[in-house]
DNA sequence: TTTTAGCACTCTCACCTTGAGAGTGCTAAT
DNA sequence: ATTAGCACTCTCAAGGTGAGAGTGCTAAAA
């Protein structure tokens, strides 16, 4: 659609914008990229780039700036093209920071984020493991003061879960040790979407083992059980937020309040995890208006099909795509890796 | 030492500078408050609280601002010649709140932080309480996955920490609840402090009970029963990073800094629990120059002289002290109320 | 001795003007 | 299709100006 000559301009423009968030002008593409034709072509073909959509200009006689259509268009290539792997230093960095803290997920997750937040200078979020896709493992429900109980969750994935639930106080210790004893037993190595749909369709028929317990064990299985989504763990909010882009007061505290809102981030992560692969969100694309400045690459993880959790980067829409791509794609495929065994 | 006039005098200008973060000009203190003379005598006393380091100008011919030890001064008296109780309405707002998540020390403590910013429109500091004072009530050693076991730790107060252990392969989950088995017979209702000092004299004698674990069973206790400090919860750090203290970039980037910096955070309430009831740090009084424009109004809550955490609200110097006082003070009396049953 | 009126002085801030610099669009020539 | 040239536009930093606010000092009044 764009022809070879146009698409170069296209992407100098957006590579000089990327790594000083100036407005690029014709004279400078001119000199630092060499097309072999004056500037006054160049103006040319940029003025036909504005037409398209692809680029703005800030003010009259500033340089131009790529809008969001421009990027998208710079983003498709790339994903349609290929793009490169990760830096080989970079990877080795990762790989090594999490060999040993792989056994606790918190951690884990906690170091995953910082990992890519560092590498990338932008918003590292990582998603650990949503529990309901877990593997249960066995649960532990100890009897607390009066009427509550705690209840701890572990997963073959390494997620330990804890909560503290009220129950009727006539429940004994010896009570709850029957409730966990059935589950451990009858239920272990499901996921845990497993053993909700079966523990309910089972209960009935199983009578004989709960007995009179039937009724308040419904309630107490369906707490445990139930948990929306996987922990999520951010790093490098001031990164993002002291960059250029951001330079007004008002524009850090929309973006601020709106990552820390649980609910924005909850339906991003939500929307994303629909999907396969490696996605790209470019500033007005998402839903927030509070976001409409960022752009968001992000991927799950997770094997065959079972999606686990989510990683991103967020950033501005001036953002280093191509490398934001190459790292999301391979720590996607890193933890895809580590939790397939 | 400041005669009463003077005295009323610094009082009205912190004052209006709280209320309203611009300097004091005599002519405006004239009128506001009543003092019944005229403004070049306001003049002439103002010139005096300066000389005194009570006031400042930001430039000649400028109203005053107070300083950091006008502040003191103003907030020693009110620390000396007492405070009044918290408005009656955030008090019942306030225990409302709590009243149903008594038992979820994490809620808990995350909505103490919560209402502590939200009634303040400061940030609200809740540090749950120390594991190490906390009284033990059991533990829960579950074998992981290879080298790893899960050790889930349960306090009377409410508290539960899980971590993730390395082991010798070789436990068997029998071993583990040996482990566990000792230390809930013998240990429970004992402070965690008490426990390890006790733990480790006697282990040596009851070399019986654990005979060829023991070795290893020194290591896992040592492991399970090491935490250092309590969850520290915060919110609200947006409140006080828009204030017009606050307006330029730079420093809201230095006070966030410090602010998610969890080794100065630790350093600060490690400092604040030497000392028992309210206390107020204003300005340059903390080490921490990032912090040098804030003002820290904390308090300890703890039961009979044991004190288990840390309550805090962090403000500007221009932070309304009474109202911030008497709000620390109530809080963490509810605290020290809650946890002594 | 304390208080006050009056006034000169100082400093900031918002507003304006101005000129340099950067970049454009258009036109006519190549 | 490309280019040189030029008029035009817009921003931005620098400098100038005047209103406004507030002070310090002095001399007189209480």
Redesign the interface.
Known sequence: MLDERTKKILYAVIHSYINNPEPVGSRYVTKKYDFGVSSATIRNIMADLEELGFLTQPHTSAGRVPTDRGYRYFVDSILKEGYGHLDEDLATTFLSRLQNIR??IDAYFAEVSALLSRMSNYMGIAQAPKPDVSTFK?I?L?R?????I?A?L?T?E?L?K???I?VDPLFTQKDLNRLSDYLNKEYAGLSIDEVKSLLFKRLRFDKVVLDRLLDKAFKIYEQILSFSEGEIYMEGL?DV??LPDF?D?SK??QI??AI?DKHIMLKIIDSISKTDGVQVIIGRENEFEELSRCSIVASTYGHSGKKMGVIALIGPTRMDYSKAISMVDFVSNCLTKTFSE
């Open positions: 056994d606790d066995r532990e100890i607390y003061r009066g009427e509550s705690a701890v572990f073959n390494g330990i804890h909560r503290v009220q001031l937020l002291t330079a007061i850090i505290k601020y309040k820390k």
